[in-house]
């Protein structure tokens, strides 16, 4: 999607990440100001990224489109680990900063901190077990035609017809032969609107074989 395309609300919230990345650069760089008031800034400066990014996740669990309440749940948990660092990040900062006392350890910003990963993996778990499995395996197939073409700086990439032959020397072992079958005659196909044997980008390939 070009950024053209994005809506007023996504351009908002780039611009927004992008100032919000300077500012810190530019505070860790210039270090303005007395420690007190350096440390005092950075601690509250770090809870805005996770709690934005809390509510994005749960304000999309609730209102966005979700295949299956898996997915919904999964975004929920996702939201629900940001909120739990956020929270932490605040108890760190109320006793650091407001209070200017040592932070207990173990203490309440803990629980916070390691609520992150509960959360987190419960949710990322959610949401890849609810991709059903052959499009899990369709991914897979794409990305390996992928890998196989592009060049990487240690070795130039294969062409068309040797990544077409490593996909059918490997159905019925690393690639299900089924969707095996139909990746290449979706590469025929496009091959033949080519007309030729050129390298092909590995997005029009995933493209190709939806």
Same mark, same amino acid.
């Given at each position: 999607?070009? !950024?053209? $395309?994005?809506? %007023?609300?996504?351009?908002?919230?780039?611009?927004?990440?992008?100032?919000?990345?300077?500012?810190?650069?530019?505070?860790?760089?210039?270090? &303005?100001?007395?420690?007190?008031?350096?440390?005092? !800034?950075?601690?509250?400066?770090?809870?805005?990224?996770?709690?934005?990014?809390?509510?994005?996740?749960?304000?999309?669990?609730?209102?966005?489109?979700?295949? $299956?309440?898996?997915?919904?749940?999964?975004?929920?948990?996702?939201?629900?680990?940001?909120?739990?660092? =956020?929270?932490?990040?605040?108890?760190? *900062?109320?006793?650091?900063?407001?209070?200017?006392? +040592?932070? &207990? !350890?173990?203490?309440?910003?803990?629980?916070?901190? /390691?609520?992150?990963?509960?959360?987190?993996?419960?949710?990322?778990?959610?949401?890849? $077990? #609810?991709?059903?499995?052959?499009?899990?395996?369709?991914?897979?197939?794409?990305?390996?035609?992928?890998?196989?073409? *592009?060049?990487?700086?240690?070795?130039?990439?294969?062409?068309? +017809? =040797?990544? /077409?032959?490593?996909?059918?020397?490997? #159905?019925?072992?690393?690639?299900?032969?089924?969707?095996?079958?139909?990746?290449?005659?979706?590469?025929?196909?496009? %091959?033949? *609107?080519?007309?030729?044997?050129? &390298?092909?980008?590995? +997005?029009?390939?995933?493209?190709?074989?939806?």
């Amino acid at each position: 999607m070009s !950024f053209f $395309n994005w809506s %007023r609300a996504q351009r908002a919230v780039v611009a927004r990440s992008v100032l919000y990345a300077a500012v810190f650069v530019v505070m860790l760089i210039l270090r &303005p100001g007395s420690r007190t008031f350096y440390d005092a !800034f950075f601690n509250t400066y770090q809870i805005f990224p996770p709690l934005f990014a809390g509510l994005c996740g749960v304000a999309y669990a609730r209102h966005g489109r979700h295949l $299956n309440a898996s997915r919904q749940m999964g975004w929920l948990l996702i939201g629900a680990g940001c909120l739990s660092y =956020a929270v932490g990040q605040s108890t760190w *900062t109320y006793y650091e900063s407001v209070r200017g006392v +040592e932070v &207990p !350890f173990p203490g309440w910003a803990d629980v916070g901190y /390691l609520g992150v990963f509960p959360f987190l993996l419960s949710g990322v778990i959610l949401l890849f $077990n #609810s991709t059903h499995v052959a499009g899990r395996a369709r991914l897979l197939l794409a990305d390996a035609f992928s890998a196989m073409t *592009t060049t990487r700086p240690y070795r130039k990439g294969l062409d068309w +017809e =040797a990544a /077409l032959e490593g996909i059918r020397a490997n #159905s019925g072992t690393q690639f299900d032969p089924g969707l095996a079958r139909a990746f290449l005659r979706a590469a025929a196909a496009r %091959r033949a *609107t080519l007309g030729g044997l050129s &390298p092909v980008d590995g +997005e029009e390939m995933r493209r190709a074989a939806a």
